[in-house]
């Protein structure tokens, strides 16, 4: 589940004044590029990620999972840097280096003692407009990806059925289509798509360079000016709508695949920070997420684990900094003697609860304690706070919502809970798959992966 909350249980006056001891230095280069600076020096290293407007959600049929397959591509040299080299200058400079994928955004990052910041900029600015696309690259890396696909959807019962839970909630949004793509849509990617992609996304005024560490802002930027200013921008177009169709009546679908034990994923459509006409809305969504499964005493675990003793897991979540209106999510694995219907009838009447009852003061206190905890502790990571900052930038909200959602978190009232579940959570707006078990006839399939390994 995609819920950024866990539980931690600490007093809010402590965390509001935690919160408040940050500064982003933002400047706009004359090709576009936007970059973000986050002086934090509670220990000598730096983490840079560059971020790129760009993910699954921008890609037409056919070609879907392009921007994952050409994240693996980023790391296979340009002329001056053939293949290997990135990743082996990172290492040799004792620094960590990754990518990951996702809906809206492809992003790039390097960890690194905090002197060698400039190797960083200068392996990022010169795959940033000259990657060196070759078709026996893509060939290997063809077979990189066609396994990653298999070992984390194809080869898992739940990731196989939330996959096509997602093609079945979503109509015409492009949430409909995996990150990593469908599997004939990998199979015939050609270099010309690939290049065709990188250059209309792969540009200076469409990136967005963030640097959180020990460092001065005035010089980073300076720095940044050395090697990035000098690139040239692309023409960008904006995106075409694909704005999801009204749904009419619940939608339900079984997936049957060897597994072990049963699943229900349940999805509400609802709006996101982005998206939604007030503000309010999304972050009282975030709080009834928090409810139902902000640790271990929220309700989903207290009532259905550990009280009626009928699920094995269950969890909820919402991701308020999607691009594009996404779900809120319920899932759960019935125990022993439980089916799929059990679950959904007791997550439903959960749901029920929170739409016909205000959340008492005390519980609500307890969860926007648990919340904000949470969000000041992932504050000790820069390279969560580089993350929290390049994302809120990259589907256009904005980085500096950071600074409100503590704020915004502690308005929410238990009237706004209510008012958010008796909306949105409503049968027209729901979707349920069941996983089916079938026989397991066939011995896990060990993983064979080669080349390079990046996360989406």
């Known amino acids: 589940m995609k819920y950024r909350l866990t539980a931690l249980l600490l007093c809010c006056p402590i965390l509001t004044a935690h919160a408040e001891n940050s500064k982003v230095h933002e400047h706009i280069f004359g090709n576009g590029l936007k970059i973000l600076v986050k002086e934090d020096r509670r220990a000598p290293v730096v983490v840079s990620q560059v971020w790129y407007k760009v993910g699954s959600s921008y890609e037409p049929g056919g070609i879907t999972g392009i921007s994952h397959m050409l994240e693996h591509m980023m790391f296979k040299g340009t002329k001056l840097y053939p293949a290997g080299e990135f990743s082996r200058i990172i290492a040799e400079n004792g620094g960590q280096e990754n990518a990951f994928t996702g809906n809206d955004y492809t992003a790039y990052f390097q960890t690194m003692e905090k002197s060698r910041l400039e190797i960083s900029f200068k392996l990022e600015a010169d795959r940033m407009r000259n990657l060196d696309l070759k078709a026996e690259e893509l060939v290997k890396e063809l077979q990189v990806v066609t396994e990653e696909r298999r070992m984390r959807t194809d080869d898992q019962p739940r990731a196989k059925t939330q996959e096509q839970f997602n093609s079945v909630a979503f109509s015409n949004s492009p949430y409909k289509n995996p990150v990593i793509g469908w599997p004939s849509d990998i199979a015939n990617y050609k270099v010309e798509d690939l290049n065709a992609w990188y250059q209309q996304w792969y540009a200076p005024n469409n990136a967005t360079l963030v640097v959180v560490g020990d460092v001065d802002a005035e010089q980073v930027i300076k720095l940044a000016e050395q090697y990035f200013a000098g690139l040239k921008p692309s023409d960008i177009k904006p995106l075409k709508p694909q704005d999801e169709i009204e749904q009419k009546g619940v939608r339900k679908l079984t997936v049957k695949a060897p597994a072990k034990l049963p699943y229900i994923m349940m999805g509400y459509k609802v709006p996101v920070l982005k998206t939604v006409t007030q503000e309010s809305e999304a972050y009282a969504l975030e709080v009834?997420?928090?409810?139902?499964?902000?640790?271990?005493?929220?309700?989903?675990?207290?009532?259905?684990?550990?009280?009626?003793?009928?699920?094995?897991?269950?969890?909820?979540?919402?991701?308020?900094?999607?691009?594009?209106?996404?779900?809120?999510?319920?899932?759960?694995?019935?125990?022993?003697?439980?089916?799929?219907?059990?679950?959904?009838?007791?997550?439903?009447?959960?749901?029920?609860?929170?739409?016909?009852?205000?959340?008492?003061?005390?519980?609500?206190?307890?969860?926007?304690?648990?919340?904000?905890?949470?969000?000041?502790?992932?504050?000790?990571?820069?390279?969560?706070?580089?993350?929290?900052?390049?994302?809120?930038?990259?589907?256009?909200?904005?980085?500096?919502?950071?600074?409100?959602?503590?704020?915004?978190?502690?308005?929410?009232?238990?009237?706004?809970?209510?008012?958010?579940?008796?909306?949105?959570?409503?049968?027209?707006?729901?979707?349920?798959?069941?996983?089916?078990?079938?026989?397991?006839t066939e011995a896990p399939r060990p993983a064979k992966m080669i080349g390079g390994h990046h996360a989406f």
């Open 288 to 440: 009834l997420a928090a409810i139902l499964d902000g640790g271990n005493s929220a309700r989903l675990p207290t009532h259905l684990v550990r009280g009626k003793e009928i699920a094995v897991s269950v969890g909820a979540g919402y991701d308020l900094t999607s691009r594009l209106p996404d779900l809120f999510l319920l899932e759960a694995t019935p125990a022993e003697g439980h089916t799929v219907f059990d679950m959904e009838y007791a997550l439903l009447d959960e749901v029920y609860q929170l739409k016909s009852e205000l959340v008492s003061k005390e519980e609500l206190q307890r969860i926007k304690a648990q919340v904000l905890a949470k969000d000041v502790y992932q504050k000790d990571s820069n390279f969560y706070q580089a993350m929290e900052l390049g994302m809120l930038e990259t589907v256009g909200v904005g980085w500096q919502k950071a600074d409100d959602y503590l704020s915004k978190l502690n308005q929410v009232t238990a009237e706004q809970v209510r008012a958010v579940a008796q909306k949105y959570l409503i049968e027209d707006n729901l979707t349920i798959a069941y996983l089916d078990p079938q026989p397991i």
